[in-house]
């Protein structure tokens, strides 16, 4: 199981990226040169993020991506989340349904509290810790 897949990680080092000059935009261009990343593929993702609020598209001359909100407030959870979904550990399946013994499981319970708390930990991680 990989926790952060390869769309997640380009994503995550983009918004790096721009978060380390924050006051002005960055082009798709730039971003495919100084991170080396395919630029089909990095324009999709930067769409992506911007759907979901992180960053906003400035049109024109002078144009390109910025965040829309301080790198101290946009943790690795989300992107993660916008990307792969929400983060499971377990998933209790007994022959593709659901296995019966869920309520009363303890292995279950225990792993639930260990995703808490790792999902708590990932939570505590923001971008600004990153660049």
Same mark, same amino acid.
Do not use: N, W
């Given at each position: 199981? !990989?926790?952060?897949? #390869?769309? /997640? ?10 978060? %380390?000059?924050?006051? &002005? ?31 906003? *598209?400035?049109?024109? &001359? ?12 946009? %943790? $690795?959870?989300? $992107?993660? @989340?916008?990307?792969?979904? !929400?983060?499971?550990? /377990? ?9 019966? &013994?869920? !309520?009363?499981? !303890? ?5 639930? *509290? ?6 708590? %930990?990932? @939570? #505590?991680?923001?971008? %600004?810790?990153? $660049?």
């Amino acid at each position: 199981m !990989k926790l952060i897949k #390869r769309d /997640t990680d380009y994503a995550i080092r983009a918004l790096c990226h721009i978060a %380390s000059a924050p006051e &002005r935009s960055h082009t798709a261009k730039e971003l495919e040169k100084a991170l080396d990343l395919p630029l089909p593929f990095l324009r999709k993702l930067l769409q992506k993020l911007g759907k979901k609020g992180l960053l906003r *598209s400035i049109k024109g &001359r002078s144009g390109g991506f910025k965040l829309t909100a301080p790198a101290e407030r946009i %943790s $690795v959870l989300q $992107v993660i @989340e916008i990307f792969q979904g !929400k983060l499971k550990l /377990t998933q209790c399946f007994f022959r593709k349904k659901v296995c019966p &013994r869920q !309520k009363i499981c !303890k292995l279950k319970k225990r792993m639930d *509290s260990i995703e808490k708390t790792v999902l708590l %930990s990932i @939570e #505590r991680i923001k971008i %600004s810790d990153i $660049v």
